[in-house]
């Protein structure tokens, strides 16, 4: 049976990251998961319409203008808009989602789960995981 240590370390094994909700508020959750992405060594490409640049890094401004396919993403939005960014990601090709905590969305892990996606929800958050460093 999967465990949802299989799920992270499959999340982790990608080229490279989504960061939606992405933010330059260093006080934001979306501002340290990206930071923490990149303090590993991994790369990340923040997603949020309202930034041009987050941490050095150009910011789009959704999965549909990337300049490349990404397929592990993590979200940090308020819940109605995970849902949307579900259906988003379904279109995308997206084939693991992170929800932080705070982000979880029922109707989102429901409609991930049944589009195939992997989804990490209501557990520990990437910051743990990777090691968060202000």
Not at 98 to 122: C, F, H, N, R, T
């Amino acid at each position: 049976m999967e465990t949802l240590n299989d799920k992270i370390n499959r999340f982790l094994a990608a080229d490279v990251f989504a960061v939606l909700g992405a933010s330059q508020d260093e006080n934001k959750y979306g501002y340290k998961v990206l930071k923490c992405y990149l303090q590993n060594k991994r790369r990340a490409i923040p997603i949020n319409p309202n930034e041009t640049e987050v941490l050095g890094q150009t910011a789009y401004p959704n999965l549909a203008s990337l300049p490349e396919p990404v397929k592990s993403i993590s979200i940090i939005t308020p819940p109605t808009r995970t849902e949307r960014i579900v259906d988003n990601a379904i279109e995308h090709g997206v084939t693991s989602i992170w929800m932080q905590p705070g982000a979880e969305s029922a109707l989102g892990v429901k409609k991930a789960q049944d589009a195939g996606i992997d989804v990490i929800y209501g557990g520990p958050c990437v910051l743990v995981v990777l090691g968060y460093r202000e």
